[in-house]
Nanobody
Framework: EVQLVESGGGLVQPGGSLRLSCAASGFNFDDYAIGWFRQAPGKEREGVST????????YYSDSVKGRFTVSSDSAKNTVYLQMNSLAPEDTAVYYCAAGLGVHPTVLLTYAYGVDYWGKGTLVTVSS
């Protein structure tokens, strides 16, 4: 069974940090592009960061560049999203997604070519 399971969300104060995890199972992780997306209440889903598991290249939206870092542990089939300097506008449900054969920039910009979605983890930034 294919699964993407996000974890690590929670409540954090402005300026704080969180690390999200996306654990993948049931498919060959190394062949995919993995992306992090988020959706805030009343807003459209937006791409946050993507990573090519084949060459390790990473990409970020302008809204998180310099604050968020995506990384992976292939031995654990897990992708991480380190989020620093969090602000209230980062409050959203964060989802990870996997796409086979899609360029990470296309995945980031259009959420195109997604084969699998996780169920999401809620991040709330509030004092």
């Amino acid at each position: 069974e294919v699964q993407l399971v996000e974890s690590g969300g929670g409540l954090v104060q402005p300026g704080g940090s969180l690390r999200l995890s996306c654990a993948a199972s049931g498919f060959n992780f190394d062949d995919y592009a993995i992306g992090w997306f988020r959706q805030a209440p009343g807003k459209e889903r937006e791409g946050v960061s993507t990573m090519s598991m084949s060459d390790g290249s990473t990409y970020y939206s302008d809204s998180v560049k310099g604050r968020f870092t995506v990384s992976s542990d292939s031995a654990k089939n897990t992708v991480y999203l380190q989020m620093n300097s969090l602000a209230p506008e980062d409050t959203a449900v964060y989802y990870c997604a996997a796409g086979l054969g899609v360029h990470p920039t296309v995945l980031l910009t259009y959420a195109y070519g997604v084969d699998y979605w996780g169920k999401g983890t809620l991040v709330t930034v509030s004092s």
